[in-house]
């Protein structure tokens, strides 16, 4: 979700404007509407920073609303509107009062992610008893699951190399060497990295130079280059900067933010249309915005 507006607007922005009827554009204008409103909501829903109440149902409902003008825009009246009938999108109105009472969504996480439940459905799915003990059968069983992969993992019994070689530290990518940072620049492809705090037009980009130690790949960007990339995300041009702290090795724990003190922020650079320009988004959900700050997105 951090990345789909970004991967939106570069869509929309290579559409050939020739083939454009106006009622396309109609419909398009409603379109970025809507992926505008989803990406504003969830990335406050998912702040860990607290939010008002009010100002989460606001952004909840202005995303419904803005469901409901695309469907009249693009469909039939005879068509039911697709969010209308899914549980998953009027489930939304309940989040502000729930994050309220147990806390930011942010904390629910479990496991990795949805891939956690596919484990789960494979074991609910054995028979058709529902009653509690049955159920508690089943999840003594999915803990004898989990309880193997974990001995397995942690024993490194995987052959592959590739597969159990450690390229994350914290929420940042330690990529293998210097070189595959560069060239991953000048391909214009997506890069992850880390701020620190007192460097906040500087991205750090980190490859690895011995077992525990790594090296860094500074960027910096220029605030006079900001501009908007179609759909809401602002994007800058960026350039390698030489600095000492190229040169220096730092220990791997020091990307880790419950201990360490380089890092700040982890973030991820997203390549647009012209060579050298990225958006920034950080783990914390902020962006990158036209005055040069790493602030969470909003309406204007």
């Not at 989803?38 to 419904?64: W, Y």
């Not at 609910?124 to 159920?135: Q, V």
């Not at 070689?165 to 620049?185: A, D, L, M, T």
């Not at 705090?197 to 220029?222: A, E, H, M």
């Amino acid at each position: 979700q951090r990345v789909s507006l970004h991967l939106f607007g570069q869509f929309i922005l290579n559409i050939n404007e020739e083939s454009q009827t106006t009622l396309f554009k109609a419909y398009l204008d409603d379109l970025k509407r809507l992926l505008s409103s989803c990406h504003v909501m969830i990335c406050m829903l998912m702040c860990k920073k607290k939010i008002q109440k009010e100002r989460l149902d606001t952004v909840i409902k202005l995303f419904l609303s803005c469901c409901h003008h695309f469907c009249v825009e693009y469909y039939d009246t005879s068509v039911t509107e697709f969010w209308f009938t899914k549980s998953n999108f009027l489930g939304l109105l309940n989040l502000p009062d729930q994050i309220e009472i147990y806390g930011e969504l942010g904390y629910y996480w479990d496991g990795v992610f949805e891939r956690a439940i596919q484990a789960l459905k494979k074991i609910l799915k054995l028979g058709f008893r529902k009653t509690p003990s049955s159920m508690n059968k089943k999840m003594i069983l999915l803990q004898k699951y989990a309880a193997m992969d974990y001995i397995r993992n942690g024993f490194n019994l995987e052959e592959d190399e590739e597969k159990t070689q450690k390229r994350y530290q914290g929420g940042v990518k330690i990529y293998k060497n210097k070189s595959e940072i560069e060239v991953r620049f000048e391909q214009c492809r997506c890069l992850s990295g880390f701020t620190l705090p007192n460097k906040k037009d500087y991205i750090y980009v980190p490859y690895s130079s011995g077992r525990s130690l790594f090296k860094v790949v500074v960027y910096k960007y220029s605030a006079p280059s900001l501009g908007e990339d179609g759909l809401g995300m602002y994007n800058a041009k960026f350039e390698h900067v030489a600095m000492k702290s190229e040169n220096t090795e730092f220990s791997k724990k020091n990307l880790q933010m419950n201990g360490g003190n380089e890092c700040n922020t982890y973030c991820l650079m997203l390549p647009c249309r012209e060579r050298g320009y990225y958006s920034i988004i950080t783990h914390m959900w902020r962006e990158l915005y036209v005055d040069g700050s790493m602030t969470l997105p909003y309406y204007s």
